[in-house]
Every structure is written in C-alpha cells, then in structure tokens.
C-alpha cells in the first residue's frame, strides 16, 4: 500500500511534534508554516526559557488544572503524557530542570534548544516543509478534505491536521486562520477569548509602583459581592494593571466577571499573616518610628514601590506622627494590606495573551485521535482546539499530546483492514521514540 500524504498546517509546538511522528509512522509529510521561521511562539514561551511541561505525577491531577474538560485529554495522555514528553526531549539530547511550581525546562538553551530537537525530528522523518507559505482554503469533496489552497500553490493528501494556534499573539502568525478551516468542514467554534492576559485595572499605580513584581501575595476575585476565585503567588503590577502568574492565570474569570456584574479584585499583600498578627505587628512599627511620619512607618513592612500606592489608598495622612495614630487607624491599615481593592475593566487584549480560550468544540472531536467527527480525514491538534489550562507548561503539554497522537492517527488512517487489525498499540510502541 502507497504510504498516506500527511499535510500538516502550522509549525507551532503541535504542528511539529505531529508533522514528526506522522512521518516516524510511514507517512509523507508535508509541513506548511506561513512564517519563514518554524515555532515563532514557542520562542517565546517562558520569555524564552520554554516551560516544556509540568512535574505534576498524578495524571487526574494534572488534568484537573484543566477544569472540567481535563477528561477530554486523558486518551492523549495515556499515550503521550508528560513523562513520555519528558522522555522524548531527553533523547534527542535535552537535559532539563525543575523549578518552583513542578515548571519543567531545558536546563541550557531554552526555547531554541527545543525547537532544534524538533526539527531534527522532521529531518529523521523526511518531512517536507514548505516554509514562508500562507494557507488560505480548505476544499471538500464527498465529505472529506480534498486540498488546501496555498498562496500561490495547492497541496492535496489523503490526510491533514490543522495545527494553526488560535489567536494570542497574532504578530506571531495566528491569526485564528484554522477557525475558518474548521468552519468548511461544519465545526462549531467556541467563541474565542483572550487567556493568561495581563487584567487592566481603572485607576494606575503610583508610578514608584509600576515593574514592581510582589512575590507571596494572594489576589481574590468577587462578582457582586461574592468571592469566586482566589490565586497565591507572584503579581506584576504594570502601567495599564497588574500582570504575572496569578493575574494571568485568573484572567479568564476575571474578564467573565467584568462583563457578568460587578468585578471587584482585592489585594493581600500579607496573605501568612491573619488580620490580629498583622496589626500587632503594625503596633510593634509604629511604636519604633513613633516620632516620624506614618509614612517612615511602613519602609520595614512593605516593599518600598508599593508604599506610595498604600498611602494614596489609606486614610491616614502620610505625614501624620505615628504616635498620633489611633489604634482604630492602625486597624484599618492591616484592613487594608489584607484586602487592598482593585476594580478590573478587562484584558489587555489578543496581543497580550499567552493563549487563546475557545476554539474547536471538543465534541466534535474524537478524543483518542484528534481526528474530526465530521470529516473522516480531518485532525486538529493544539491551542486550535476549545481547551488550555494555566500557566506553568500545562498548554505546551496540550500540545505535545494532541499533535502525536494526531500525527499517529492520519498516518494510519488508511491502513487496509488486515493491516489494521495488526497495527496495535505495542506495533506503535515499538515505534514510538520515547
């Protein structure tokens, strides 16, 4: 039988695992990319370090960071999980390193380190890539995809995946093209919103405030007076907002939250502290700086970019003598470092955002393959698809698992039924390079 022609559409972290392993499967495989550079956003990843995945052993826990459409994934990562990415970086010459949150990266060379291991993957493959070349249609014929058309060219094949990204960080080519692709074949696409973005707030920080990056702290969520959403971590605050890990990771609830209702955030910037502790530990200040100005008092408490933006929210003037202070006052400071209001107006937008929420509907998708329920020959594999978790390397994981298996399932879609029969999971094991 004449090995099945893969096109593969987008060298993103998807596109090229699975342009890698449909090839590693007998395929010919052509990989189409618009940029003249493959992996244009995993460059970018982990600001250039690549946050290849995550240390997290337990898959029901791992998949949980997904909410509840985890257990879509739980197919693809049976197959091609973390410890077999892990595996596959490894072998290819990767060595890496652990940090705090169980973040997984190369120990040298960062996103270049893991591009390279994956071009080299296609060049075992003998993968075609036609690089510099934007897609622009998807013709059907009886139900099944026929070709694409290219600028300037056409690429017909008996299979293909459409790896295109969604639409964070559009300079970067995704520029929600597949969305379009997966329309011609009758799927439905969940609106597509901007996630782990950095939140606008409506009044800016003091400008001693801005770039200052608050470690420790816990940031709250409330929709009309109810607590919904609660993150500890590292917060960013920025000219427009805030930004960093828990701003990012709560931003979808939050741009939810500003167009459900009233969208109130509070700041703790002493979340180890109970609110008794804290304002002891404020008497035991004030009582050292007594002679000086409240706002001498807070130089051994806060770190010093946030103290400007504490004075212009508390009630006590900044030069008021400390000894002056009543304890009702001192009180309503340890208030308000537990609780510091912000009032959010929205996400910084697509540019901004380091992933796309929505996407292809997981329905119409078949979970072991990542092949369509609507086009018999159609794959879809990474941020395309309506799923994507927090930050720490959970969406690269994504990605890793769906385009494998996605790149396996087109190259083996046409096998003959004998052959089929045959084609088990140990046959693809012993093929598999992890």
Known sequence: MTSPKVVVIGGGAAGLIAAGRAAECGARVILVEKNQALGAKLILSGKGRCNITNGEEDIDRFLSFYGKKGKFLYSVFSRFGPRETLLFFEKRGLRTVMERGKRIFPEKGGSEKVINCLIDY???????IYRSREALNLEFRNGRAKRFILRGQEVEGDAFIICTGGKSFP???????????????????????????????????????????LKNVSLSLFLDGVK???????????HFGISGPIAMDMSRE?????????AELYLDLKPALSLEILSARIGRDFEKYAGSAFRE?????????????????????????VSDISSEERNSLAR?????????????????SIVTSGGVSLKEIEPATMKSKLAENLFFAGEILDIDGPTGGFNLQMCWSTGYMAGESAAGIFALPEESGRRSNDDLQAKNPV
């Not at 074949?185 to 009044?203: E, N, Q, S």
């Not at 933006?309 to 030069?319: D, G, N, R, T, Y």
């Not at 308000?336 to 910084?348: D, E, I, Q, Y």
């Open 171 to 213: 300079k970067t080519g995704s520029s929600g093209d597949g969305y379009r692709f997966a329309q011609r074949a009758g799927h439905t696409i969940i609106t597509p919103k901007p996630a782990l973005c950095p939140v606008k707030l409506r009044d800016k920080w003091p400008l001693p405030a801005r770039g200052l990056n």
């Open 254 to 262: 939050i741009d939810d939250a500003c167009s459900g209702g009233s």
């Open 122 to 128: 296609l060049k075992e493959g003998r993968v075609e």
């Open 336 to 352: 308000l470092l537990k609780a510091m209001p912000l009032v959010p107006s929205g996400l910084l937008g697509f540019d901004w």
């Open 228 to 238: 919904i959403s609660e993150r500890f971590g590292e917060l960013l605050l920025t």
């Open 297 to 321: 008092s807070l130089k051994d408490l806060l770190p010093r970019g946030i103290i400007s933006s504490v004075l212009e929210k508390s009630a006590i003037p900044a030069e008021k003598r």
